[in-house]
């Protein structure tokens, strides 16, 4: 029909201008479509060839269901045998229909012609693949996969156009087109089925997700401390383990036993766009190669709350001699070895892996005493409002960031207590989007969380609204007078983006409620209108007025 015409050409203009704007900045266009607002924030533009994905999707059913109303729908001809019926259609078949099984053939012969070519050329796409660094028996393995794939392509393509070409000629048409539709669709599933097969990973999540000795003494209370590994390069015999980049802390750990256990660690597994204050604090915060600058790594773990580092195990004399020569606050909670899970007498992955706490083992878990806690008061703290400011007093060797915060908003004048503690600070409840205190204050001061400071986080101070400041350029605080208070840290980011998709999802529910139960005029096939319920006849014409004519009484319709 002429509407779904109009779909088929805006979904192919929609996967053609997708394809054009997939290819980034080797698109023609890319500049004037870059220079778009947040445009250039893409990290991948690759990215909409998922929508290309999508659109091919949307037209492939458009072609099913034309091809179906064409060649299923449509009376079978009294015609016995295959090639009977092959003939009688091709006799009759339209010239697009003709052109089509012409240009599939010659498709299909030079993709035959390309596949011999290809194959006919392994041994030097083997030798080429040797040339870029992959040994001989892996070239080989790459070799004769690609080849391979192009044969399954080959042969998948030959059913796919016979099974088209069989549903175009009619012969499931009449009692029989449900073995056409079937046979379609049994194509497409052994296709995905095989191109999927070797992505489709069934995990033993019992056996992934168990637990350990080090992973249950990380788990205990881990809204208190943040765990990291050393930054060292181990030698090969802790290779098992490895760094934060490499090995079991990084496979298995971080990515996949950590969150399970809602272990938090400074160590990120990805983030490909990182926000500019934190951009600026790890440049600050980052060595130069010279002993000067060794004590911003420990400097790094004091103001995260990293509390926990885990790595190869040397004597914590290392430690301390460089990164905390003055205070010394480094020191080894335990040992551990890594071990088979037991069932399992093979290492074949990380996670048949298990740690186990033994003495004197090969693996340590360092602990700095000197991490800030992750919630404390402070009654001294200074405003800084310049940001390169503060960032340099907290990468100073001479600043104590236990004696005081740096608050980047207004504050009045603080006057340190003379009594030992400024007061206590324990957790409530702590969830991701709503951090609940108890704080007692002997004296006016500021409460520093540290976890990451962002304008969409909200406090309440007894339940009243407080303003949330900004410390240490990084982290969330509030101002507390003297006393006991409740404290909620609640991420509550602004909603009016929510009103909008909800205008837009009632609009969507009241075109659909039209559309069902709207009721259609029915159209003659001259383009007048039909005889309406009670009897009228609308007669239109070009130039003339509309004429209704309204019989008396009920009339029959004349045989003719």
Request: hydrophobic content about 45%; proline content about 7%.
């Amino acid at each position: 029909s002429a509407l779904e015409r109009r779909f088929v050409w805006f979904w192919s203009s929609m996967l053609l201008l997708c394809m054009l704007i997939g290819f980034g900045r080797f698109a023609p266009f890319y500049q004037l479509f870059y220079a778009l607002p947040f445009a250039s924030t893409m990290r991948s533009p690759s990215k909409f060839f998922h929508v290309v994905e999508w659109t091919l999707v949307i037209l492939c059913a458009y072609g099913v269901h034309g091809l179906c109303r064409s060649g299923l729908e449509a009376p079978a001809p009294v015609l016995r045998g295959l090639s009977a019926r092959l003939k009688a259609w091709w006799s009759q078949a339209a010239p697009f229909d003709r052109n089509w099984v012409r240009g599939s053939a010659i498709a299909l012969g030079l993709s035959l012609a390309g596949w011999w070519i290809y194959a006919d050329s392994r041994d030097r796409l083997v030798a080429y693949l040797q040339a870029v660094d992959f040994d001989k028996a892996t070239a080989g393995a790459i070799a004769g996969f690609s080849i391979h794939q192009v044969g399954w392509f080959l042969l998948l393509l030959t059913l796919g156009l016979a099974c088209i070409a069989l549903i175009m000629s009619g012969c499931f048409n009449g009692r029989r087109p449900w073995a056409g539709a079937l046979l379609l669709g049994l194509l497409v599933a052994i296709d995905l089925a095989r191109a999927n097969v070797s992505w489709v990973v069934t995990w033993d999540w019992e056996r992934k997700y168990a637990s350990n000795q080090v992973i249950d003494f990380l788990k205990e209370k881990p809204y208190e401390h943040r765990v990291a590994a050393l930054p060292v390069h181990a030698p090969p015999e802790f290779a098992l383990f490895g760094g934060p980049r490499s090995g079991l802390y990084y496979r298995e750990w971080l990515q996949q036993v950590f969150p399970y256990y809602n272990v938090q660690s400074l160590d990120e597994i990805m983030n490909p766009r990182p926000r500019l204050d934190e951009m600026a604090y790890r440049s600050a915060l980052a060595g130069d190669g010279t002993t000067n600058t060794l004590h911003r790594i420990a400097r790094d773990w004091e103001l995260t709350n990293t509390r926990y580092l885990l790595g190869p195990a040397f004597p914590v004399d290392v430690l301390n001699r460089q990164l905390d020569p003055a205070r010394r606050r480094f020191r080894i909670a335990a040992t551990f070895d890594l071990q088979l899970k037991p069932g399992i007498s093979n290492l074949t992955t990380y996670e048949d892996l298990t740690a186990v706490i033994v003495t004197n083992g090969p693996y340590a878990l360092f602990e700095f005493t000197g991490a800030l806690p992750r919630a404390t008061l402070y009654a001294n703290w200074q405003v800084s409002t310049n940001d390169q400011a503060t960032l340099t007093t907290l990468a100073s060797a001479g600043f104590r960031p236990d004696q005081k915060v740096l608050v980047a908003d207004a504050l009045p004048a603080s006057y340190p207590s003379s009594a030992a503690q400024p007061g206590t600070v324990a957790f409530v409840s702590y969830a991701p989007k709503d951090v609940v205190l108890r704080a007692d204050a002997a004296a006016p001061a500021v409460l520093l969380l540290n976890d990451r400071f962002d304008p969409n986080w909200k406090v309440w101070v007894d339940g009243k609204p407080e303003k949330l400041l900004r410390c240490n350029h990084l982290m969330r605080g509030v101002y507390l007078t003297a006393g006991a208070h409740k404290v909620e840290f609640r991420f509550a980011p602004p909603i009016g983006t929510l009103y909008v998709s909800l205008a837009a999802v009632g609009v969507a529910l009241l075109l659909v409620g039209y559309l069902a139960f709207s009721r259609n005029e029915p159209r003659s096939p001259h383009g007048g209108s039909a005889p309406s319920l009670d009897g009228s006849l609308s007669m239109t014409g070009p130039g003339s007025p509309q004429r209704t004519f309204k019989p008396r009484r009920p009339t029959r319709l004349a045989a003719n």
